[in-house]
Nanobody
Framework: QVQLVESGGGLVQPGGSLRLSCAATGSIVSIRAMAWHRQAPGKQRELVAGIYSGGATKYADSVKDRFTISRDNKNTVYLQMNSLKPEDTAVYYC???????????????WGQGTQVTVSS
């Protein structure tokens, strides 16, 4: 099993910045993709940004040029969020597509979510 723990959420004023982190524990063999999703009240969960095993990245149009996804060599993924807007307010979830020594199939694992609130 893989456990994901997000951190870094909070309250920030419009125009401010936050950095989210997602740390993974478990006997991970390989990760195909790491991503951040978000869900605002009354809305569907949406993909914010993803980073893939070859290093390619993908962003939602609404966050391009403001958010940056990155990863380190310890299976942690980050989301640097700049120029935050009230419409970025949501619960942010990290998601890994990974396999483990006990389960060779790649599966999607989710964190518990971290609240980001952008308000003056």
């Amino acid at each position: 099993q893989v456990q994901l723990v997000e951190s870094g959420g909070g309250l920030v004023q419009p125009g401010g910045s936050l950095r989210l982190s997602c740390a993974a524990t478990g006997s991970i063999v390989s990760i195909r993709a790491m991503a951040w999703h978000r869900q605002a009240p009354g809305k569907q969960r949406e993909l914010v940004a993803g980073i893939y095993s070859g290093g390619a990245t993908k962003y939602a149009d609404s966050v391009k040029d403001r958010f940056t996804i990155s990863r380190d060599n310890k299976n942690t993924v980050y989301l640097q969020m700049n120029s935050l807007k009230p419409e970025d307010t949501a619960v942010y979830y990290c998601n890994y597509n990974a396999n483990t020594y006990s389960d060779r199939f790649h599966r999607h694992y989710w964190g518990q979510g971290t609240q980001v609130t952008v308000s003056s």
